[in-house]
């Protein structure tokens, strides 16, 4: 519209303009040369509060902004914040000089886009903080310890602590999540005390916290506040009306002695923090040049694992369940072996764990039952048709649904898996999570028989056996060696095995190494079940298809004999006594 449309308008189109501008949807103001207002649309008045509908906003910047508009002679777009109370609205608005009727003055456009900034804020939060605790990331960390890097003249020195909470798994799956996400929170009010405002606490993952503190004088200083911060967390934390005990390992990089970029001060923290892990947790260590080599022999192990299961370098031993008063073998014991990179065969306790921390277990179960179902003719040939066959499953595989469900599947697919039992530590029965409620009857369906191992050496008391469902308890080699000399022993075996026949499950104790031990456990006990070296070491059966009587498990232990073994599959080995 030009201005000779405009002056010729009629009333009637002058008011139709008028109410339009009214009602557009943008908010609409004009002000003059002082910021006065001198035109308000209705959109406007309501982000304004002017229209009475919300707290009047505070008009000064506007005007101020109206001033420099027009000082400036040229349209400009701004963000405006108009606080009322708590509640914030934000305007995207447009300013432009005109002149008009010969008056300076300001059109101003206003859209509201509070909604997308409340959702940019809280994308922008989710980066930068850690929703649970309210700390600063681990991106904000970092970018404070590089300002630190770039702005050292010289002379400035910091500390790097990377904490990481013991036992946390355990923790979450005893207490479950909720109350494991609690102590987190409270681990890190706890960690955050006596921090000056130059320090920075981060959460950096899960149970994971790095602690950055800038300026420091010396190691010495450190060390106390440490020592400090640590005796904080040794006070119990009381959670969901559980009192719960919480350590916490740490480990410290000094810049500069120990490295000169956030990335490498963090490692060698990290390393220094492993340290303490391996050494009995719940202290603190500064970084040195040994536990650098530490890591990297660490590093290489962790390699050939890796190459160990991409080549499937693995193979069972078996070890027979046997009837001790009968002889016969009632099942066998599937335990894995690693070839390693020297050929040389190596037992799980020194791979076992380190598997699954990498995430390579699940795999390393797969391989176990393949191995099983490729030699069943066998088995069959030197055990028996009608054995169990047993496969251990560690407790975190056990609590993990999507791996139980695949080698339920598996299991399944051999044709015959009610020959199976899966054999899992009494702390997958007792983690708050679904193994007892979900994944057990899976394997039930099956016809899969489960056994609970090592019993006696984990988090349960003997009172959590009345809530578990299992067909076979294995009472741990701890309380077996040298039973007939330990009555506390002798009393828990008593319990321990009424309470497994008023359940109905089958006991076995494992690690019966000699006659004394057999005679004991015959003469004083209903115990029907043994395993041990008394009667067999863990054998190969590529080794009894061969027909040589020597055990290869000979290569793995340090005291061993040939063994023989016999068609109905157990090894007299009298001469395995201790
Ligand atoms: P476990 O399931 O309790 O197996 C019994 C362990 O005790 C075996 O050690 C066996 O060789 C050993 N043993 C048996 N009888 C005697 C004895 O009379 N005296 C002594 N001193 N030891 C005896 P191994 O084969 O070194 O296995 C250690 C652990 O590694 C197993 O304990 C099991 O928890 C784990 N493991 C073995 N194979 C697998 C597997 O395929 N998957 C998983 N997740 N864990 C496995
Ligand atoms: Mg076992
Ligand atoms: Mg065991």
Redesign the pocket.
Known sequence: MNDNSYSGATEAELGFLKEIVRMLPAGLTVQDAQGELLLVNDAAAAQLGIDGSRPLADLAPRREACRQALSAGQAVVTEEALHAGAARQVLLTTHRPVRLAGRELLISASSDITEQKNFEDQLFRSAYFDELTGLPSRRVIEHRANNLLARDRGGERFALAFLDVDNFKHINDYYGHAVGDALLVELSKRLGRDLRDSDMLSRISGDEFLLLLSPIQSQEEVAEFMQSTLERLTAPFFIDNSEIFASTSVGISLYPDHGRSFETLRQNADIAMYRIKNNGKGLAAFFDASMEREAQARMKVEQSLRLAILEKRFCC?F?SKVDIRTQAVKGI????RLRDDEGVIQ???SF?NLAGELGL?DE??HL?LAEIVKSIDLINDTFGAEATIS????AK?AGNPEFMRSFAQALDETGFPQRFMI?VTEDAFVAKNHFQTEILPMFRKLGVGISI??FGTGYSSLSALADITADEI?ID?SFITDIHKRPRSQGILRAIESLSEALGMTVIA????SHEELAYLQAATKIRYA????FS??IFLEELKLATPASSEARISVASRPVQHNRQGYSRASGYRR
């Open positions: 031993a070890q014991e599937a335990l894995v037992a799980p306790g076992i277990i390393l179960t176990v496969i251990n499953v560690a595989q054999e191992d090592d294995k080699r494992e690690g019966l190494e395993q041990g070296y008394y070491r863990p």
